[in-house]
């Protein structure tokens, strides 16, 4: 049985699932990450789009069987991924991420039942700058308006936050290979890392077919069935269900290079 919150996900717009992966597949996810550093595979220092469509090894950590029972507690057994995404503070770098919505980021989305994983690569609390969320901010999924972000916030539009608000906010304080999870409406963020410690964290985003599809025409990337049902606009997803897509693999050598 997942050790898990997932009841109160509707009200309070996030859940919390630990120990999701263990210390040697979090280690080959740490190594994996450091060999596309050093192959300059990330966009920015702090930044590496999409690694599922372009290394086989991050692929496979998002339809791991035990991450995709996770998602399947919040939305239910029919799923699929569309976008994933890691976000990387270095020690001292002064970079924050303000308050905002992932909805924003996702016109080609259409729905409700949308949730980001954020699967730590390491350790995460108070000291490097841990992810906080404003519970039950999700609820009436209404997009909140935005304002350009500052020079060092890590994402371009932010939601202006009073402090009466901002006070309610949850740190989700996690080690790695936890995983939270959080709904597309919800507000969080996080303060720059002050810390002598990195703070590595994958994010990916599914989607239940059961009430919410993804616009292919809009979609920069493929879209993959992970489990269950494609649903009645799913059409065009790519079939990656558990039984097809094999294991996971925690050896390094199966990490591929970009566009392979």
């Known amino acids: 049985m997942l050790n898990t919150d997932s009841g109160r996900f509707a009200a309070d717009g996030y859940c919390f699932f630990p120990d ?33 469509t372009r290394e086989v090894f991050w692929l496979e950590v998002c339809s791991h069987p035990r991450l995709l029972d996770a998602v399947e507690a919040v939305l239910g057994p029919n799923l699929i991924l569309v976008f994933s ?3 990387i503070k270095m020690p001292r770098d002064g970079m924050s991420v303000a308050w905002h919505q992932d909805n924003n980021y996702w016109p080609s989305v259409h729905g409700t039942d949308v949730v980001t994983v954020w699967l730590a690569l390491d350790d995460a609390d108070v ?7 404003i519970p039950g901010s999700h609820q009436g999924h209404r997009e909140m308006e935005t304002v350009l972000s500052g020079e060092t916030e890590m994402l371009r539009n932010k939601v202006l936050v ?5 006070a309610g906010a949850v740190m989700l304080e996690m080690t790695a290979g936890s995983v939270s999870m959080h709904d597309s409406y919800i507000l969080h963020g996080s303060q720059a890392n002050d810390s002598g410690r990195r703070r590595a964290g994958y ?15 809009e979609h920069p990337i493929p879209v993959f069935l992970v489990r269950g049902d494609r649903g009645v606009r799913g059409e065009r997803y790519t079939d990656l269900r558990p039984e097809k897509a094999g294991a996971f693999q925690v050896e390094p050598e199966r990490i591929t290079r970009p566009g392979k």
């Open 162 to 166: 009073t402090p009466g608000i901002e």
């Open 127 to 133: 000291e490097n700058a841990a992810m906080s969320v």
């Open 85 to 87: 995404s890691m976000f």
């Open 20 to 52: 999701i992966f263990g210390r040697d597949e979090v280690a080959a996810m740490q190594h994996a990450l450091e060999v596309a550093t050093c192959a300059g595979f990330l966009d920015r220092d702090q930044y590496y789009g999409e690694p599922h």
């Open 203 to 217: 994010t990916i985003r599914y989607c239940s077919t059961d009430t919410a599809w993804v616009d292919m025409e």
